[in-house]
């Protein structure tokens, strides 16, 4: 009499292999992140492409912050080399590293860079249709750009300006119109155009 055994089935027995291998390609995967936070080094030494990588990290959200985790030790572990390299270097007495640790930790060392510029506006009028009182509004919108206090003001403007188009243009016909009646009034000495 002879015991027949159930016969394995290929497919499922292929499905176990390729998820132990997976597990474990997975397992080095992260090993090596601790080690060197480089994906693609992790990967040529796992011994996988770097797109089979990433869709792993795509399908199976545990992994990715597994992978996250595990590059951020690994960049911790790669800092305080560096930062023990810098510290041997000190002691010695490589004047480069001194320079870098007294920039990077020590604020009266720090490089300062200033940058210093001005504002200037030409105003081509050839055709003679800017009026004076328009000149001195341009004139006071750049001081107002120059000024912080004023650029609130500024942008209120612009933008209330830009929120009702025909608005604009009613009213830029109105003040050419008054602009054009009224003369200008004198305040404590100085000409004011209205």
């Not at 090993?31 to 199976?60: H, M, V």
């Not at 480069?96 to 510029?117: A, D």
Request: charged share 35%.
């Amino acid at each position: 009499m002879t015991i027949n055994k159930p016969k394995k089935d290929p497919t499922k027995t292929r499905a176990i292999t390729v998820k132990k291998r997976k597990s474990r390609i997975k397992k080095d995967l992260l090993e090596e992140l601790r080690k060197n936070p480089i994906i693609a080094t992790a990967c040529l030494r796992s011994g996988i492409n770097p797109s089979t990588f990433y869709r792993w990290t795509q399908e199976d959200r545990k992994f990715a912050a597994e992978v996250r985790d595990a590059c951020k030790e690994g960049t911790l572990l790669i800092s305080d080399m560096a930062q023990s390299r810098v510290i041997q270097g000190i002691k010695d007495g490589v004047p480069t590293y001194v320079l870098f640790w007294l920039k990077t930790r020590s604020k009266e060392f720090v490089e300062k860079v200033t940058h210093n510029h001005n504002h200037a506006i030409q105003v081509n009028d050839q055709a003679g249709l800017l009026t004076n009182e328009r000149l001195e509004k341009i004139k006071d919108m750049m001081i107002a750009w120059r000024d912080p206090n004023l650029n609130k003001q500024v942008k209120i403007e612009k933008t209330l300006k830009n929120k009702n188009p025909d608005d604009n243009t009613k009213k830029s016909n109105d003040d050419k119109n008054e602009e054009n009646s009224k003369p200008d009034r004198k305040l404590d000495g100085h000409e004011t155009a209205t």
